[in-house]
């Protein structure tokens, strides 16, 4: 069992920037890997970005250049720092992690970019 809290979320203006993390129950050194996702409202939940047990990192296309993954293996906190925010961004931001071919989720946390 992993269990993921996030943190970080929040009101900011287009142009602002927000850190997003995600703590995990466990060691992070364990997980296959971590990801952010988001889900608009209305919309379905999509894959932000992802980092794997090795480091790489991927993200959508849409924050390439704004948004950055990374982790701490000794805080065993997975963090997204997003800049130049759009109120494209606005949605809730889940916390996933996959581990043993099981997954699991945080509860989310809200970012809302106002235009």
């Known amino acids: 069992q992993v269990q993921l809290v996030e943190s970080g979320g929040g009101l900011v203006q287009a142009g602002g920037s927000l850190r997003l993390s995600c703590a995990a129950s466990?060691?992070?050194?364990?997980?296959?890997?971590m990801d952010w996702y988001r889900q608009a409202s209305g919309k379905q939940r999509e894959l932000v970005a992802r980092i794997s047990n090795g480091g790489l990192t991927t993200y959508k296309d849409s924050v390439k250049g704004r948004f950055t993954i990374s982790r701490d293996t000794v805080k065993n906190t997975a963090y997204l720092l997003m800049n130049s925010l759009e109120p494209e961004d606005t949605g809730v931001y889940f916390c996933?992690?996959?581990?043993?071919?099981?997954?699991?989720w945080g509860l989310g946390t809200q970012v809302t970019v106002s235009p």
């Open positions: 996933h992690a996959i581990k043993y071919g099981s997954n699991y």
């Open positions: 466990t060691s992070i050194l364990s997980i296959t890997a």
